[in-house]
């Protein structure tokens, strides 16, 4: 079992910064897609960006220039630099990964969220 631990979350004032951090416990297995998603009050759970094995990334539009996600392979952990914040960027974030076992079987893991607050 893979567990998907996310920190770094709270409140920051618009325009401020927030790191946050996704780390994946467990063994005998690799990371192929890792993601962030966000989900705002009353509103439906979003892909905010992306990064591959091979560090390929993808953005959705309203943070390409402001957000930037990483990963370091051998911690097994992604993060997501956010710059810029406004209120918009308001909501829980929720860190996801496609695990490869050994057996070559692909398993979608979702962690916990972590609240973003950003205040106006």
């Known amino acids: 079992q893979v567990q998907l631990v996310e920190t770094g979350g709270g409140l920051v004032q618009a325009g401020g910064s927030l790191r946050l951090s996704c780390a994946a416990s467990g063994s005998a297995f690799s990371i192929n897609v890792m993601r962030w998603y966000r989900q705002a009050p009353g509103k439906q759970r979003e892909l905010v960006a992306r990064i591959t094995s091979g560090g390929s990334t993808y953005y959705t539009d309203s943070v390409k220039g402001r957000f930037t996600i990483s990963r370091d392979n051998a911690k097994k952990t992604v993060y997501l630099q956010m710059n810029s914040l406004n209120a918009g960027d308001t909501a829980v974030y929720y860190c996801?990964?496609?695990?490869?076992?050994?057996?070559?079987?692909?398993?979608?893991?979702w962690g916990q969220g972590t609240q973003v607050t950003v205040s106006s």
């Open positions: 996801n990964a496609d695990v490869v076992y050994i057996s070559s079987r692909v398993y979608e893991y």
